[in-house]
């Protein structure tokens, strides 16, 4: 088991970084994508900021508030593509039957796909989320006591992230074609709604974004949770929420693998 | 210049169209993706409105404001950007180069025909949200006639600012992070994310300034009536004015941008 996991890892860190070392080869595009990230996070800010010269709360919460909820989205949406973004490759792998040469690999096949591929735009949106967030923390008058409780809601939240984006990719096993459609429709409905504190929302959405699609786990409570908004039980959540989406998404891959016929010849 | 006959248009449209349609899942998730914004913007903008208006927008404007944005945006993310960008990226376009066609008339009618595989659903979809969310009725039917024929500048103008974001890749050599770019600027700018009016004049100034904002705002303006019938043809006239200059910016662009190309393989 142990030594499982060091293969797993060592083939992990390794192909990560040659990955890198392929990018950063085409220099312009490292700075198209770092600056869209920038771009994306002045675009959420400015967002927020507009909103805000007109209104005094959205959904009951705060300006600082709003920019701690939009920060701590940009960090837990945005990172994965540092270092998980070749999931999104699935798609392509079983359509053109590429996936073949990971599972004949002596190297388990997950960490091989999730490193196929490095997203340069998380250089651009985590930093700037991550400063939103500051910001929003200081203005809301967030104590530093917090910070560990933070730091531990942001590891939660990046596991949900990976776990979640793995689930939707694996949907391209059994749904063909090059478009991971699941995957873009969690993005989108992340990006659309879960910038917003979920009050505002009607009550069978809250449910569904909190239950049914844990998506609140990974921005909304743990901000509550920061805020004081949400009691000290909820601080079970995101940890809860974090495993059991890592060891479903293991299980739905592993499933998603066994039912792969590979591309035909 | 080469140039070519309209039936060659014609033809590329009804090729891209046919492509389009075959991937029936691209398809229904892009009117999906709008379906859900146009949701999610009426719960937020519910909340924030109430029973009182912001930016000059009460709840019936807005409404009528977010369905006109649902249209809007499906027709103006409706074209295949992707597929002009792979054959530069891809290396096909040596073999665009020795054809007897115009290069940007091709990829325009291809992109139109593309942008056409949405509107029936863009168009049922719209109807529906007008049945079931009620929002504010045109300000007279002149202007929802001049509402008709803004939406319809779309076309040309969405497949001109793709065009150009496009050309891009001679240079960088991956569409993505331009395609992203592109996308955040038509999407903020445009009104799309917030209604301009909402926004501080500066930056209004900066969205009237760019051909974005006669994507979604100015389409709206003219429904709403927020604009008199002289100003609503002034916009109108805005909007042509972009296509000509967009186009034409194009094709001196491509002459500089061709001049790029390197070709692999033997």
């Not at chain 1, 967002?47 to 709003?66: C, D, P, R, S």
Request: charged share 10%.
């Amino acid at each position: 088991m142990g030594v499982d996991a060091r293969h797993t890892a060592t083939v992990y860190g390794r192909s990560l970084w040659a990955h890198f070392r392929s990018v950063v080869e085409y220099p312009a595009d490292f700075w198209v994508m770092a600056t869209t990230g920038i771009f994306w996070q002045i675009m959420s800010f400015g967002f927020v900021t507009i909103l805000f010269q007109n209104v005094n709360a959205v959904g009951g919460w705060g300006y600082h508030e709003m920019l701690m909820l939009v920060g701590f989205l940009a960090v837990a949406a945005g990172s994965p593509a540092l270092y998980w973004d070749g999931i999104w490759s699935i798609a392509d792998q079983v359509a053109d039957g590429g996936m073949d040469y990971r599972i004949t690999r002596p190297a388990p096949v997950m960490p091989q796909i999730a490193t196929l591929h490095i997203g340069l735009q998380g250089v651009g949106e985590v930093p700037l989320g991550a400063a939103m967030f500051v910001y929003g923390w200081i203005g809301a008058g967030v104590g530093l006591g917090q910070i560990p409780v933070a730091l531990l809601l942001f590891a939660c939240a990046a596991v949900i992230q990976v776990a979640m984006y793995t689930i939707a990719n694996s949907a391209n096993f059994w749904v063909k074609g090059r478009v991971p459609v699941f995957g873009f429709f969690l993005v989108e409905m992340q990006n659309e709604a879960m910038r917003f504190p979920l009050p505002v929302f009607p009550m069978a959405v809250r449910v569904l974004l909190t239950f049914a699609i844990p998506l609140a786990f990974a921005s909304f409570v743990p901000v509550e949770i920061l805020n004081g908004r949400a009691s000290e039980w909820w601080l079970l959540g995101p940890p809860l929420t974090a495993a059991l989406l890592a060891a479903l998404a293991v299980w739905i891959f592993r499933a998603g693998l066994r039912s792969y016929d590979s591309a035909g010849h | 210049m080469t140039t070519h006959s309209f039936a060659v248009d014609r033809a590329f449209a009804i090729i891209a169209l046919k492509r389009k349609l075959a991937y029936r899942w691209n398809w229904a998730f892009s009117i999906g993706f709008g379906a859900l914004g146009l949701l999610v913007g009426l719960a937020v903008w519910r909340s924030l409105i109430g029973s009182g208006s912001l930016g000059g927008y009460d709840w019936a404007d807005m409404r009528a404001y977010l369905i006109i944005g649902f249209l809007t945006g499906t027709l103006a993310w409706g074209g295949s950007d992707w597929q002009m960008a792979d054959r530069i990226l891809d290396g096909l376009i040596s073999i665009d180069l020795t054809k007897p066609v115009d290069f940007q008339r091709a990829r325009a009618a291809e992109y139109i025909g593309s942008m056409i595989s949405v509107v029936p659903t863009a168009v049922l979809g719209t109807v529906a949200a007008f049945l079931l969310f009620r929002p504010a009725p045109p300000a007279s039917a002149l202007a929802a006639g001049l509402t008709i024929l803004s939406v319809l500048f779309i076309f040309p103008m969405a497949f001109c600012v793709n065009y150009l974001a496009v050309l891009m890749c001679f240079f960088t050599r991956r569409y993505l992070g331009i395609q992203w770019l592109k996308d955040g600027l038509l999407s903020f700018l445009s009104g799309l994310v917030v209604p301009v009016a909402l926004m501080p004049i500066w930056l209004q100034g900066l969205c009237w300034a760019l051909p974005f904002v006669h994507f979604t705002t100015t389409p709206s303006n003219i429904y709403l009536g927020r604009i008199d019938t002289p100003g609503a043809l002034g916009l109108i006239a805005v909007q042509a004015a972009w296509t000509i200059v967009m186009w034409y910016g194009a094709r001196l662009i491509w002459r500089q941008t061709i001049k790029k190309v390197t070709i692999h393989g033997g």
